[in-house]
């Protein structure tokens, strides 16, 4: 398969070789001089992950599984479904996981990527150490403490092949989920915190509608199971038969019926099919600060936005010092758009979403399609310099550069 897992964005690599192991990993990187880039689970939507010359497909690098000093290490390729089931039976869990448990953990966590939570980190805030394969074929390890991890930490595969991470984990805990409709916006941005901190995790499903927010999807974390939610949020009322992805049948399961972690925090069942499939997706990060302000300029827009969108979901993350984190220095609200397969319109709106945001510097995810390019993304992170440099210092022939990473100044132009 050359394209995505949405089938949306076509890969231009004249070259896939799949990684079963390390020892593969080393062998491709020696093989020979030319450009190579890692490829995950395909969930990104750009050329991000590609390369002009061979892609390592890690999607076979999985398991490796160990245990100790509060870490486990897992091969990069592993899927989050996959790592967190494994930890369930072992009574251990980690912080958060993504709507997507299909997503691999090296793919993930070097973008970025993220759950929710007012106090939950991306997922990348719980890795304590990375293995990787440099540009001479080498396996290096840097831990959280080091003076490059900040950097390395969502590195975007700009400075080798990462093969193994280690993740924090913790006792494992149940959940429940439970649906809340009817909410205004008028009382949702006059007291955000209330709608985003409802539970441990919450996503809220809008299509910029001027009647409600739509559907707020609240993930707590529950003590027994016979624990009592509230019936109300603000305005709203707790809906047991409300479907906030419009009856996707593999969502899992909601009504607020007690399961474990790894059972709840995603939104969809790896078992199933992510998502609504044929989509493209994009996803902007605001400081917490400028949130109702921002999310009043999306529904503003909200005509022009709703003919390409299946849905969009607002999250939030805890501030975190990595240096390339949608999350780096602040607290944020994620704006994401699940567009229908319309490149050319998805193409058009784009502009008009970054305007309006511009004013509350936000920041892209880095695999999600948008339009910012060096000078845009140098205004937004701040420590894009420091990691470039850091990056280059490691690969200085650019082995693990590409277009994309040179088009957002990530690597310097070759």
Not at 163 to 180: F, G
Not at 209 to 220: A, I, Q
Not at 253 to 259: A, N, Y
């Amino acid at each position: 398969m050359t394209r995505n897992w949405a089938g949306t964005h076509h890969y231009a690599a004249p070259r896939i070789v799949p990684a079963w192991s390390e020892a593969d990993v080393v062998r491709a990187v020696r093989a020979d001089r030319e450009p190579v880039h890692a490829l995950g689970t395909r969930h990104s939507f750009t050329d991000l992950p590609d390369t002009s010359g061979t892609l390592l497909d890690l999607a076979g690098l999985e398991g490796g599984f160990s245990l100790g000093d509060g870490v486990v290490r897992v091969a990069a390729g592993t899927r989050y479904g996959v790592l967190a089931a494994w930890l369930e039976e072992r009574g251990l869990a980690l912080h958060n996981l993504g709507s997507l448990p299909h997503i691999s953990v090296a793919g993930a966590t070097a973008t970025g990527t993220h759950g929710s939570g007012d106090r939950n980190g991306v997922l990348t805030t719980a890795v304590r150490g990375i293995r990787y394969v440099d540009a001479d074929g080498e396996v290096r390890e840097v831990r959280d403490g080091d003076a490059d991890f900040d950097a390395l930490a969502v590195g975007l595969g700009a400075f080798g092949v990462v093969v193994s991470l280690d993740i924090a984990t913790r006792p494992s805990y149940r959940m429940r989920q439970d649906v809340y409709g009817g909410v205004s916006w008028d009382a949702a941005l006059g007291a955000l915190d209330a709608v985003t901190g409802a539970g441990y995790s919450v996503s809220v499903f809008t299509r910029w509608e001027e009647s409600s927010v739509g559907w707020v999807w609240v993930k707590s974390r529950i003590e027994s199971d016979d624990a009592e939610v509230p019936g109300t949020l603000l305005d709203g009322v707790r809906d047991a038969d409300a479907e906030p992805l419009g009856g996707l049948a593999d969502v899992t399961e909601l009504r607020g019926v007690p399961g474990p972690w790894m059972l709840r925090l995603p939104h969809f069942r790896l078992d199933g099919t992510p998502s609504f499939g044929d989509e493209i997706q994009s996803e902007y990060f605001v400081a917490r600060e400028h949130a109702p302000a921002a999310l009043r300029a999306m529904l503003e827009l909200g005509d022009l936005i709703r003919p390409l969108l299946f849905v969009s979901e607002l999250r939030t993350a805890s501030e975190d010092s990595l240096w390339l984190s949608p999350a780096s220095g602040e607290n944020v609200l994620a704006i994401h758009f699940t567009w229908h397969n319309d490149p050319a319109g998805v193409a058009t709106v784009l502009p008009r979403i970054e305007a309006a945001l511009a004013r509350f510097d936000a920041r892209p995810h880095w695999g999600k399609r948008h339009g910012f390019d060096r000078a845009a993304i140098e205004r937004v992170h701040p420590r894009l310099g420091d990691a470039r440099a850091v990056f280059e210092r490691l690969d200085p022939a650019g082995r693990f550069s590409n277009a994309h990473l040179e088009r957002l100044g990530v690597r310097e132009p070759r």
